[in-house]
């Protein structure tokens, strides 16, 4: 395995580039006026957005300016603002907001203009206007600096109501809360706001340098492949859409993989999309019903090739504000992952690693323990959680014990470490002096550390400690301790996984790890036709804080090889994929790709705890639109075209309800 990791290192070491980063080249427009040279700067760092052009995010627009980039070297200068009212305070001023910042307009207090005062005097809050002045600086004493235009502000000349708001059903404030429900219901409101406009620019910003870094650097060629498909064989549920024939359906596509693969076999050489992919799966916090994938293929490449091109990609993109990532990234197998994190894609940014103790409880008289290693496959595992035993309660180890048991259906043992180097724990007493000493000499503990142990067979007793890490990290957070930097990002490879695992509710039978067209490492492809239990896949997944935020693998090429694995491994039915495999029988060429989760990698760079803050419309959780209402229902007579028609679920009285 060293050397197996060793030779992707090394293969990884020759693809790697080094690329300057280069500031996008702007498009001429044609300037409006000479006023329209500087650009904003919008609240949360976000100045990066806007390129140095001279018409910039004012050409062709009644405006001369935006909010957010008057700054000093304005004064004196009539300008045109428009946007949305935040505030009016005391007669005296209105706060102006458009996308870019905030700015302050002065209302005149002159009796001469006492017609332009009453207008601005009866504004409503959100109300849309145009205003007309000159810029000024503030008064000594009266300077803000927690706006980025604070120094200065706008004397009135003129206003002009564009448009009306009704009584809104939350304010467009950062600071006031509203419930997920009432974000979706109103999201046209919820995009006001500061945050979600940083984020989807941030996003844009993101995916027009990877595009630039793909296109024009790399020679990748973008092309748009079918969302009306057809069903594939194992994967998520997919969505159904009805074609006019009776009983005949196209499948929304899960991902673009098919497609990609079939334009490396007509020779495009190298493909990028934005793919929009679909699964019937409901929603959870860094899931969607439909959601984008940074999608990627290219032919004559292995692995070090893909991954060199993904670093390369990731660090050219990298928004300027959020600091620098350094290439190339770490590389865990899939083995030491689950050997040091419990997990096949573990949070890097702390320790708290799995340590092995079962040589330290050989001879024990623990009998639970004892059991344990004697079984195949059995063992004795730890983690020590620092200054657990300080900041953790009794009521933290009931939670951490409890989850093991309903999650893992596991025991585990919480030992805290006391000063004089002992041991608290209904365990305690039947440990040995000798057995305890090693036991904190290859943990490393130290007084006020906490410790779990579990025993049982490997295969659940590192998922459960993997768990258990996580969850401890919560606690300990919880509590005020730092244990996981916000600001830190960990970029991580996996590399090495099973090419196949067995069936949950069919042990015997195997499935994909990730997708049937996955090449096995070719030191293990004489296994596909013994022991296919024990193949690993060229497979590779990119993980960030412990998120899988990409994955991707080389795919098998050869249709002779596509058919066994299909047919002999996965039981699945070939003539289901004839187009794919005929194309492979074509002179396809090795070939391989990966996928990056757009959604979900955004949200990590901007801190949001849900993919949904990063989608300018996304589904609730149970992938509902609750702004529109859909999914919708149809009239029979709109069904009837689509030789379809509804068998509503029985009720408890036996008769079908519409819901």
């Known amino acids: 395995m060293a050397h197996r990791r060793a030779s992707v290192l090394l293969l990884r070491a020759r693809h790697v580039l080094r690329f300057s980063r280069h500031a996008a080249v702007p498009v001429s427009t044609r300037p409006i006026s000479a006023s329209q040279s500087i650009f904003p700067h919008v609240p949360a760092s976000s100045s990066h957005f806007y390129s140095s052009t001279t018409a910039g995010q004012s050409s062709f627009s009644i405006r001369s300016h935006l909010c957010g980039e008057l700054s000093s070297s304005l004064v004196g200068q009539e300008v045109t603002l428009c946007g949305w009212v935040q505030y009016l305070r005391q007669d005296l001023f209105v706060i102006l907001r458009d996308f870019s910042g905030l700015v302050q307009v002065l209302i005149p207090q002159d009796e001469s203009q006492r017609e332009l005062k009453d207008a601005f005097c009866g504004l409503l809050v959100e109300s849309v206007i145009k205003v007309k ?21 706008v004397c009135a000349e003129s206003l002009e109501v564009l448009n009306t708001c009704r009584k809104l059903p939350f304010e467009i404030k950062d600071f006031v809360k509203k419930s ?27 995916v027009m340098k990877m595009r630039d870094y793909l296109c024009n650097v790399h020679g990748f060629v973008d092309v748009e492949t079918p969302t009306l498909f057809k069903r594939t064989p194992g994967g998520a549920k997919e969505f159904v859409v009805p074609s006019g024939e009776p009983g005949m359906f196209f499948s929304l596509p899960q991902s673009p993989q098919q497609f990609k693969q079939l334009l490396m076999v007509a020779g495009l050489d190298r493909y ?20 984008t994938q940074v999608d990627i293929e290219m032919s004559f490449v292995d692995a070090a090739g893909i991954m060199a091109l993904i670093e390369g990609l990731l660090e050219y993109s990298w928004p300027e504000d959020k600091g620098t990532i350094s290439t190339p990234f770490p590389c865990l197998t899939y083995e030491e992952a689950m050997r040091d994190y419990g997990v096949d894609k573990p949070d890097t940014r702390f320790g708290m690693k799995l340590v092995d103790v079962s040589e330290t409880f050989q001879h024990t008289q623990i009998e639970f323990i004892r059991d344990a290693i004697v079984q195949p496959g059995g063992c004795v595992q730890a983690i020590c959680v620092p200054d657990g035993a300080k900041h953790l309660k009794g009521k933290d180890m009931e939670f951490l014990k409890q989850a093991a048991k309903t999650q893992f259906n596991q025991e585990v043992d919480c030992m805290l470490v ?29 007084a006020g550390d906490l410790l779990l142990i579990a025993a049982g067979a490997q295969e659940r007793v590192r998922p459960l400690l993997g768990k258990l890490r996580l969850q401890c990290a919560e606690l300990l957070e919880g509590r005020g301790v730092p244990v996981r930097d916000p600001a830190a990002f960990h970029f991580l490879w996996v590399v090495d996984f099973p090419l196949f695992l067995p069936k949950e509710d069919e042990p015997e039978q195997l499935e994909s790890a990730h997708h049937p067209f996955t090449a096995p490492i070719p030191e293990d492809a004489h296994l596909l036709y013994t022991q296919p239990h024990k193949v690993r896949g060229q497979h590779y997944d990119l993980v960030l804080n412990g998120c899988e935020v990409g994955g991707g693998s080389i795919r098998i090429h050869n249709a002779a090889q596509q058919i066994y694995v299909l047919e002999n491994i996965l039981k699945e039915d070939p003539s289901l994929l004839s187009h794919l495999l005929e194309a492979l029988d074509s002179g396809a060429p090795p070939h391989g790709g990966i996928a990056l989760g ?21 589904k609730s959780f149970r992938g509902h639109d609750l702004m529109s209402h859909a999914p919708s229902l149809l009239p029979e007579e709109e069904l009837r075209p689509y030789h379809i028609s509804v068998l509503w679920p029985s009720a408890k009285n036996g008769q079908g309800d519409k819901p």
């Open 180 to 206: 997920e429900a009432l974000r979706m219901q109103y999201r046209y409101l919820d995009l006001r706001s500061s945050q979600m406009q940083y984020n989807l620019r941030l996003r844009s910003r993101l």
């Open 418 to 446: 006391r000063a004089e180097g002992s041991i608290k724990s209904p365990l305690g007493r039947l440990i040995p002096d000798t057995t305890r000493l090693q036991l904190l000499l290859k943990m490393r503990a130290n």
């Open 598 to 618: 757009l959604d979900r990698l955004v949200s990590i760079i901007v801190g949001a705890s849900s993919i949904r803050d990063v989608i300018a419309f996304p």
């Open 133 to 153: 002045g000159r810029v000024r600086l503030r008064p000594e004493g009266q300077k803000n600096t927690n706006m980025s235009t604070g120094e200065i502000e």
């Open 272 to 291: 990028f999309q934005l793919a929009r992919c679909y699964r019937d799966e409901g929603s959870k916090p860094d899931r969607q019903p439909e959601f």
